[in-house]
């Protein structure tokens, strides 16, 4: 058998390109000092919490300013989260311009997520190890994993490691969630003047890492990219078979940028909004009969097949769904300690819980079906985010669509078919091979890392801008983590965490969705984009997601 196919042999050989200045080569790197930042919100708690990294500068790379400090560096790195495509080339990068500066640099990988770093289990990078994982997806250079780093413990255990090893700096390659820990651990060691600094790397394919420093979060461009490749081929079997209603529920866990940036991409007849559903208060009733509303006009027509795009978030975001998790996660963050509920059949989980909701939320999780129900009470993520990820929201609504078109068949009002398929896409698009945007704005991202390092920064996130140029015109540059963090309620607590980016409805990529989905909705106006093209011209292969490009002015808004 072959070790890997021909396409992954070629890409092991693709030579990313660099941002801007960083391709001129690491020794050549110059830094300047923007202006001190304060947090996003809540700025006195987040100040009090991280008094030794909070409010430090802006910082900007350019052939102007203070050179680098090319001292000899030990570097550790850990791969943190669910897994987002580019996650290789950010590690390769590193390596490259930790060689570059000095080739008695060493790269440490802590394998299995943050809890690596805690257990001491590594590996040694060198030549040959990295260049057997060039541009490919995955994280399976060293594993991934979601160990929150918190703890006094915790902690203790990282600096010891790091001391046996002489490690100088830690890069964590993670989402909102992974870069909160890096910067409780960057407050911790800088505290402790243990000489260790931290780095972060904007990861996930969520799209919700973004500010006005961090214009995308790695990974959101090809696993965009290969759903919009995947549903297009399902429009074409909708629009070829003319049976099915296809309900695709798209990873993305609270934010909807996955789902309306594949929306532009392939021109689907339905996409919920989470952040709309809020911001309207629409019921879980009002959003059936909007798809109701759409399937009957359509069958009207004749045509009793569809697709709709159903945000992996959503249930959160319907007012009194939110209500009741809120309420539900309070009430099971103490209950999870409680034995007796834990070995408790469901019957009698649902119960209990539904004595100790507060007014209407015990009827609204009594509405529920027990599919729901039960997906509702799997454990938390070890952030405390409900994983909804497990909750089949495809499924509620094939289901109560399919109830109210009965009752409208009853009533003579719908003489049509439905038909349906439920999916449900995530993890197909997390471990894709990199696009060239991945690849090249990944490997910039892990090179950027080590010149902040080599600055002698901590508690930074590595920032690479004006993405929508061509790479030669990237900025590089570092944002101090403490200026993107909030207070957020998790496990019941109020904790410090980086904000999340949520669908901007007054931003520029909403109104051109709103613009156009009542024509999508009836009309067949599928756009099928075919796979990810790595070679060839240019604006086939290098261009970036409709989102960022939007955003930036770099489309028409008006087009189509
Ligand atoms: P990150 O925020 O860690 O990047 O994870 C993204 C994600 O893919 C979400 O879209 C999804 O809800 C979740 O991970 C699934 O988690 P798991 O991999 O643990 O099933």
Redesign the pocket.
């Known amino acids: 058998m072959r070790e890997c196919s021909p396409l992954h042999k070629e890409r092991l050989n693709y030579k990313p390109k660099l941002a801007g200045i960083l391709a001129n080569g690491i020794k050549n790197v110059k830094i300047s000092f923007g202006k001190n930042t304060t947090a996003v919100k809540d700025a006195a708690d987040i100040q009090n919490l991280f008094k030794d990294v909070y409010g430090q500068p802006l910082v900007s790379f350019s052939n102007e300013g203070e050179a680098l400090n090319f001292e000899q560096k030990n570097v550790g790195v850990i791969l943190?989260?669910?897994?987002?495509p580019g996650g290789h080339n950010v590690i390769a990068g590193l390596y490259d311009a930790l060689k570059a500066a000095n080739p008695n640099n060493v790269l440490y990988g802590f394998l299995g997520g943050p809890s690596g770093i805690i257990d001491n289990k590594y590996v040694k990078f060198d030549d040959n190890f990295i260049d057997k994982y060039r541009n490919t997806g995955g994280f399976d250079i060293i594993g991934s994993g979601?160990t929150k780093l918190e703890t006094e413990e915790q902690f203790e255990k990282t600096l010891q490691n790091c001391k046996t090893l002489n490690i100088n700096a830690i890069v964590i390659i993670?989402?909102?969630?992974?870069n909160t820990n890096a910067c409780m651990l960057a407050q911790w060691l800088k505290a402790k003047n243990a000489g260790i600094q931290v780095i972060g790397c904007p990861?996930?394919?969520?799209g919700?890492?973004k500010n006005d420093q961090i214009e995308i979060?790695f990974?959101f461009d090809t696993a965009t990219k290969t759903y919009a490749e995947l549903i297009g081929n399902i429009q074409r079997d909708a629009n070829s078979a003319k049976k099915y209603w296809h309900f695709i529920k798209l990873?993305?866990?609270s934010a909807t940028h996955?789902g309306l940036e594949v929306a532009l991409q392939v021109q689907p007849n339905i996409t919920l909004i989470s952040e709309e559903v809020e911001a309207k208060k629409q019921s879980l009733e009002s959003i059936v009969d909007y798809i109701t509303d759409i399937v009957v006009k359509r069958s009207d027509m004749g045509k009793n097949f569809g697709v709709a795009l159903i945000p992996?978030?959503l249930i959160e975001f319907i007012p009194e769904m939110k209500t009741m998790i809120s309420n539900l996660n309070d009430i099971l963050a103490v209950l999870e300690k409680d034995e007796k509920f834990v070995n408790a059949q469901n019957s009698e989980k649902y119960q209990i819980i539904e004595s100790k909701l507060e007014g209407q939320n015990a009827k609204v999780f009594n509405s529920l079906p027990e599919m729901i129900k039960a997906q509702l009470l799997m454990d938390r993520?070890p952030h405390g985010?409900v994983?909804?990820?497990?909750i089949e929201t495809e499924k509620l609504l094939i289901e109560m669509v399919r109830a109210r078109l009965k009752a409208l068949k009853a009533q003579g009002k719908y003489n049509g078919k439905f038909s349906d398929q439920a999916h449900f896409f995530?993890?197909e698009g997390?471990c894709a091979m990199p696009s060239n945007f991945d690849a090249d704005y990944c490997y910039s991202l892990g090179y950027n890392a080590f010149a902040l390092i080599q600055a002698g920064l901590t508690g930074y996130l590595s920032s690479v801008k004006n993405l929508t140029a061509p790479a030669t015109q990237w900025k590089a540059g570092g944002v101090p983590l403490t200026m993107m963090m909030n207070m957020e309620k998790r496990h019941g607590v109020m904790k410090p965490v980086i904000q999340k980016a949520l669908v901007d409805l007054n931003g520029p990529v909403f109104k051109v969705f709103e613009q156009r989905r009542e024509k999508w909705a009836l009309n067949d106006c599928y756009v099928f984009p075919g796979a990810i093209q790595y070679f060839g011209p240019c604006d086939v292969c290098d261009t970036t997601t409709l989102t960022l490009q939007l955003e930036q002015q770099k489309v028409p808004v008006a087009q189509n």
Do not use: F
């Open positions: 943190s989260g669910g897994q987002a979601r993670g989402g909102d969630d992974s990861k996930t394919i969520d919700d890492l979060s990974g990873m993305g866990r996955v992996e978030g993520d985010n994983q909804v990820s497990k995530g993890y997390r």
